[in-house]
């Protein structure tokens, strides 16, 4: 048997005539730019994570970079992140001209710990950028409780989490900003890049429409420093034919995972972790293993290639040498890079093919 690692056209077959009859009335509408169904979509992302505002922009990246933007975060000022994850967290921070700052995370479920994120903290901190990772909420009261104590704003980067939840409240309602990317392979994935920035507050929302159209709020008139992050309509279109079964996709996915932990019991490595009053979407559903190199190849050979999430940990990237991270110094990402294994994870993974990925690694001399 072969296993695609990711499959992200399985849903454009499923989907295929209402996504094309979307595609053509987009296109043939000819509102390119922030149409109808980006303001369609904003609202409806706004209601599914339980905020006010939602504002579309080019990708979870920018969400990201005019969030801290709209905090008016840059030079001399901190802002905490996690080096267990995708750059673009620490990039955003870079691009405002602060400094990036890691504080180590959970050895078993891989995100924030908050013990560690108050370590970090000075009189420069201004915001922390939790993030979701792999589909689970970072700790938000322990977080939300040392923002109020030092007067920190929380940027959620939701990138890898959208439908997740943390006794009932759902990701991105928790911060200032909450930060949504539609890459393709994401649990709701546009045909291209797009993103979103959800908030409760009414003045940054509209800081943010400001933001994404180069600072304009009358054509032609610039009040603020812009960029040009506008969602398309043509994306807009194609997310809204998925949101609706984005709910579902999350619980298959969710069977899934619970499948893999019944089917892996026993066996000498970790299951991901959840922490209590977590709703997990597991955008990755990944194990821990000394022998992850070994494992790997051995799945590979039976036709089920991976991906290792996140091989290098940010602090020990080359582009960050200048921040003095040194290997030991953030020691439980650094044991993640080391030991982590993704398995295949997509709602359209049947149970045979997670059958035989067990059957495999079961099949492995630990
Ligand atoms: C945790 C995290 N944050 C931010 C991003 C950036 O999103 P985008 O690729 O849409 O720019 C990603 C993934 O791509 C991500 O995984």
């Not at 905490?80 to 890691?102: D, K, L, N």
């Amino acid at each position: 048997m072969k296993i695609p690692f990711l499959n992200p056209v399985a849903q454009s077959h499923s989907l295929k005539a209402e996504l094309l009859a979307a595609v053509e009335q987009s296109i043939m509408a000819g509102q390119f730019i922030l149409g109808p169904n980006v303001t369609g979509l904003e609202q409806e992302i706004a209601r599914y994570s339980g905020t006010r505002f939602g504002i579309g922009v080019n990708s979870g990246s920018d969400a990201l970079t005019l969030a801290l933007r709209a905090l008016e975060i840059g030079p001399g000022d901190e802002v905490i992140t996690t080096p267990f994850t995708y750059i673009a967290p620490a990039e955003s921070i870079h691009q405002m001209g602060a400094r990036i700052v890691f504080a180590d995370v959970d050895p078993r479920t891989f995100i924030m710990d908050p013990a560690a994120v108050a370590r970090r903290i000075t009189p420069r901190t201004r915001a922390i950028i939790p993030v979701h990772l792999f589909g689970q909420m970072a700790p938000m009261a322990e977080l939300q409780a040392l923002a109020r104590q030092h007067k920190l704003a929380i940027v959620e980067d939701c990138a890898q989490a959208i439908g997740a939840t943390q006794n009932g409240q759902p990701a991105g309602s928790q911060g200032e900003l909450g930060c949504f990317s539609f890459y393709p392979t994401k649990n709701l994935g546009a045909d291209g890049d797009g993103g979103m920035i959800v908030t409760q507050d009414e003045a940054l929302s509209k800081k943010l429409r400001m933001l994404r159209v180069h600072g304009i709020e009358r054509r032609y008139h610039h009040d603020l420093h812009g960029f040009n992050s506008r969602l398309d309509d043509l994306q807009a279109a194609i997310l809204r034919v998925k949101l609706p079964h984005l709910t579902a996709w999350n619980q298959r996915r969710a069977a899934l995972a619970e499948r893999y932990n019944r089917g892996l019991a026993g066996l000498p490595l970790h299951c991901p972790q959840v922490a209590a009053g977590n709703g997990h979407v597991y955008h990755v559903y990944a194990i821990l293993t000394a022998k992850r190199d070994a494992l790997q190849e051995h799945l590979a050979q039976n036709g089920i290639p991976t991906l290792i999430y996140y091989p290098v940990p940010l602090h020990l990237q080359k582009v960050y040498a200048d921040l003095g991270g040194k290997l030991g110094y953030l020691p439980v990402a650094e044991e993640l890079s080391r030991t982590i294994l993704p398995l295949p994870m997509y709602p359209e993974l049947t149970d045979e093919q997670a059958d035989y990925v067990i059957q495999i690694i079961r099949g492995f001399a630990f």
